[in-house]
């Protein structure tokens, strides 16, 4: 329980020690559209506004929309030194720090889920929340188990409703620990590493930011997509046979 009690309060605190540096940022954003490109984010917020993203879409449940793997590889990609860094900060810095911003946010969105219970299934859908996402989380999970903590990371959607679903089903703290510290370093050791190494290969690379984040987003999408389209297909079939 003390151990619980500790990592809530360091959440909250990471959480609102940034909130005003997030307000400021966003005040100087030219479009809405703009918190969804991960350059322009970058370029306005710099890493505290990076942190502040991974934390919320790493557990807060209306955090799914924000950009994930893209703001990983691009932000990899601006620190590199160079005519196109934008993002003034060591790699080995810039991955410890969404490292840390992973783990907090998959505990409060463990926390989150344990204190909600099976009450976030009876939840209604809303513009910031869909119960299929996280029935999308469960059926990952059950297929996967602990791994999904893991391999979920590198899922949008997934990555968001995980650590919540964990809470709901209260997996083991030790376990859960395990588990969110291995994926979160992983990430965007993987991630944050490759968009550096193109920086490095491809100075050029920026002109075209735009054509790969796009990419990103469809090959992280495929296997939700899949997995959507195939709980439809059984959910039909079900119907079929009642």
Known sequence: MLFSFFIYRAVIFYFVSFLYVYELSLITVSSFWDLFKPQELIEYGGLALVLIIIFLENGVFFGFFLPGDSLLFTAGL????????????????????????????????????????????????????????????????????????????????????????AGVVRVNHATFFLYNITGAVLWPLTIVSAGYYVGSVFPGALQYLDYIVIAFIVVTSIPIINNIRQQRKEKKESEREV
């Open 78 to 165: 601006l620190c590199f030194p160079g005519e196109n860094q934008l993002l003034h900060t060591e790699l080995s810095t810039l991955i410890a720090g969404i490292a840390v911003s992973a783990v907090l946010g998959y505990y409060f969105g463990y926390f989150f889920g344990y204190k909600t219970g099976q009450a976030l299934y009876k939840r209604k859908d809303s513009l910031f929340f869909k119960k299929q996402y996280i029935i999308t989380a469960e059926k990952f999970y059950q297929k996967y188990g602990g791994f999904a903590l893991i391999l979920g990371r590198f899922l949008p959607i997934v990555r968001t409703f995980a650590p919540i679903l």
